[in-house]
């Protein structure tokens, strides 16, 4: 490790002790009351019980598998849609200002539809998470392509290759680094997305857990399940990361978020 990521990491070390350090002396002074902030011992130690009982392996199973089956879904929608308006300015003349309308309505808002629409069950809980991971994909893949040098495209049509092969030779390398970064930021989103729409009719998931918990008056598991909603968006980015590292490398500098 060199000495300036060696630096980097100390300092990100040092601002979470000092946030830890603060929590603590804020909780054990009483400046706040342990009911509304736990302290870090008190978390750790409900944390444990929770994964010990096999509670909190349970509602990480659930939410998983919902963000998983959303994220793809959203994926499987945004791409084919980004790329059609890519090659035909006519189709995305017709449907840009439909989707400018969608894109500005809180996944949130759309519950008591997508509710009345699919049912309480999984569907539902899905069909918000695909809402939240759709238009970072689309944006992301959109503007990638758009970046595309025209020239190129030219180049192709001059050397007479098909519509198919420039999509796939020409504009998906250029649009492949704004399309990863789509990607990650719409994770982030399903993670977001995923305690609204384990609000409404659910019985696992660590969105339910939350809400459970606060009913209960239960702090501490409220703050455990927001360090794992956290920790599983940074464990999924991180994996996300370590894939272009392995199958892109010369990726990985032009596909970081602060480059969008």
């Known amino acids: ?55 909190l392996g349970a509602h990480i199973a659930v ?26 300015p006519s189709a995305q003349r017709a449907f840009e200002p439909v989707l400018e309308f969608l894109r500005q309505v809180p996944p949130l808002a759309m519950m008591p539809l997508l509710i009345l629409w699919l049912g309480i069950g999984e569907t539902q809980k899905i069909g918000i998470i695909v809402l939240a991971c759709f238009f970072p994909i689309f944006l992301g893949a959109l503007g990638g392509i758009a970046q595309c040098d025209q020239k190129l495209v030219e180049v192709g049509r001059a050397c007479a290759l098909p519509q198919g092969a420039i999509l796939r030779r020409i504009v998906l390398p250029a649009a492949l680094p704004s399309i990863v970064i789509g990607l990650r930021i719409a994770l982030g989103q399903g993670w977001r997305a995923l305690v609204g729409a384990e609000l409404v009719a659910s019985a696992a998931g660590l969105g339910y857990m939350i809400v459970d918990a606060e009913q209960l008056a239960r702090t501490d598991i409220i703050i455990v399940g927001i360090f794992v909603i956290g920790g599983l968006g940074l464990l999924a980015d991180f994996g996300i990361r370590r894939l272009i590292a392995r199958t892109a490398p010369w990726l990985r500098q032009r596909t970081e978020i602060t480059h969008a």
């Open 63 to 88: 939410s998983v598998v919902r963000i998983i089956a959303g994220y793809l879904i959203a994926t499987a929608l945004a791409l084919p849609v980004a790329f059609l308006f890519g090659i035909s």
């Open 1 to 55: 490790m060199s000495i300036s990521g060696l630096s980097k990491r100390l300092g990100a070390i040092c601002v979470i002790a000092a946030l830890a350090a603060a929590w603590w002396q804020a909780s054990a002074r009483g400046l706040v009351s342990t009911f509304l902030l736990p302290t870090p011992h008190t978390v750790a130690l409900t944390g444990w019980e929770l994964l010990s009982d096999g509670t």
